[in-house]
């Protein structure tokens, strides 16, 4: 079968594990109406083509904050003096390993990246700065943006109905 061939069952699969990759097998071959070896069989297909990239536990925010303050989330524009190749994959080499950085999209129009930030206070979120930005003499702009509430948040990618 070719790895990257998804059928309906496939998509059933990718669906209830968007909504919660902690089900068990069986919980899971049964919502979908397949064998639990059938379904354990068809997940390790879809993490070997990397369809399933790794799994993850979801914070509440509001919940840690109870125990360990709220912290920042940020927002964060970044504009780059120079936009050829090489300068855009050197800023997203220098970002990569950085645990604050949640997210980096390089986006068109507009500013060159979008970054969202996770620091455990503002002296963190200033030495990150520092770090990334103000020491890169690439970076022409960075406009932060901070979060006052999460309203929403999700990481479930749209899939088709059927194929």
């Not at 061939?5 to 909504?19: A, I, M, V």
């Not at 879809?46 to 919940?63: F, K, N, P, Y």
């Not at 800023?91 to 390993?97: A, G, I, T």
């Not at 020491?135 to 990618?157: E, I, P």
């Given at each position: 079968?070719?790895?990257?061939?998804?059928?309906?069952t496939d998509l059933l699969l990718l669906r209830q594990l968007q909504k919660d990759a902690a089900l068990s097998n069986q919980a899971l071959a049964e919502l979908v109406h397949i064998s639990p070896p059938t379904c354990l069989r068809r997940v390790k297909r879809l993490q070997e083509t990397g369809l399933i990239e790794r799994e993850?536990?979801?914070?509440?925010?509001?919940?840690?904050?109870?125990?360990?303050?709220?912290?920042?989330?940020?927002?964060?524009?970044?504009?780059?003096?120079?936009?050829?190749?090489?300068?855009?994959?050197?800023?997203?080499?220098?970002?990569?390993?950085?645990?604050?950085?949640?997210?980096?999209?390089?986006?068109?129009?507009?500013?060159?990246?979008?970054?969202?930030?996770?620091?455990?206070?503002?002296?963190?979120?200033?030495?990150?700065?520092?770090?990334?930005?103000?020491?890169?003499?690439?970076?022409?702009?960075?406009?932060?943006?901070?979060?006052?509430?999460?309203?929403?948040?999700?990481?479930?990618?749209?899939?088709?109905?059927?194929?």
């Amino acid at each position: 079968m070719n790895p990257l061939h998804l059928d309906p069952t496939d998509l059933l699969l990718l669906r209830q594990l968007q909504k919660d990759a902690a089900l068990s097998n069986q919980a899971l071959a049964e919502l979908v109406h397949i064998s639990p070896p059938t379904c354990l069989r068809r997940v390790k297909r879809l993490q070997e083509t990397g369809l399933i990239e790794r799994e993850i536990a979801i914070l509440s925010v509001d919940t840690l904050a109870k125990v360990a303050r709220h912290g920042l989330s940020v927002v964060v524009e970044i504009t780059l003096d120079r936009q050829d190749q090489h300068a855009l994959e050197a800023f997203e080499k220098k970002v990569l390993p950085e645990d604050a950085v949640q997210q980096c999209y390089r986006v068109s129009p507009g500013p060159d990246f979008v970054l969202i930030v996770h620091a455990a206070n503002m002296p963190d979120y200033l030495a990150l700065t520092q770090r990334l930005f103000t020491t890169d003499a690439n970076v022409r702009n960075v406009k932060s943006f901070f979060s006052l509430k999460r309203s929403k948040f999700g990481a479930a990618l749209p899939l088709p109905e059927k194929l």
